[in-house]
Nanobody, 124 residues
Framework: QVQLVESGGGSVQAGGSLRLSCVAS????????MGWFRQAPGKEREGVASIFTAGGKSYYTDSVKGRFTISQDNNKNTVYLQMNSLRPEDTAIYYC?????????????????WGQGTQVTVSS
C-alpha cells in the first residue's frame, strides 16, 4: 500500500521555524522524487521543493530559496522540509508527494502519490 504521512505543521509568528516530516511507504519512496507542494486558499497548488532520493539533488521555488531546506533519511523513508524565516505568505496546506518526474519537478502532475496535507499558518 502506497502511503505518505505528513506531520509537523502548526502556527508560528513571522520569522519563526517549522520542520515538516513525510514518512513514505517503501513503494512511494522508490518513486525517485519526493516533493513538497503547498496550496493557499484560492490559489493553485505550488511546488515548493523536491529531492531526487537516489542522489540527493534538491530543487526549490525561488520564493523559498535560502529559507527552506529539503532533506532525506533513506533509512527511515522520510523526507523533511525545514522552514526558517517564515513569512505570512508561506501560510498554506503543505502536501508531500512522490513521483517518477520526467518533466518539471514543480509540476504536480508528475507526482503519483500524495499525502493528506498539513496546515502551516504564519502570523504577522
Amino acid at each position: 500500500q502506497v502511503q505518505l504521512v505528513e506531520s509537523g505543521g502548526g502556527s508560528v509568528q513571522a520569522g519563526g521555524s517549522l520542520r515538516l516530516s513525510c514518512v513514505a511507504s517503501r513503494a512511494a519512496y522508490s518513486s525517485r522524487y519526493m516533493g513538497w507542494f503547498r496550496q493557499a486558499p484560492g490559489k493553485e497548488r505550488e511546488g515548493v521543493a523536491s529531492i531526487f532520493t537516489a542522489g540527493g539533488k534538491s530543487y526549490y521555488t525561488d520564493s523559498v530559496k535560502g529559507r527552506f531546506t529539503i532533506s532525506q533519511d533513506n533509512n527511515k523513508n522520510t523526507v523533511y522540509l525545514q522552514m526558517n524565516s517564515l513569512r505570512p505568505e508561506d501560510t498554506a496546506i503543505y502536501y508531500c508527494a512522490a513521483g517518477r518526474v520526467y518533466g518539471y519537478w514543480y509540476n504536480a502532475n508528475e507526482y503519483n502519490y500524495w499525502g493528506q496535507g498539513t496546515q502551516v499558518t504564519v502570523s504577522s
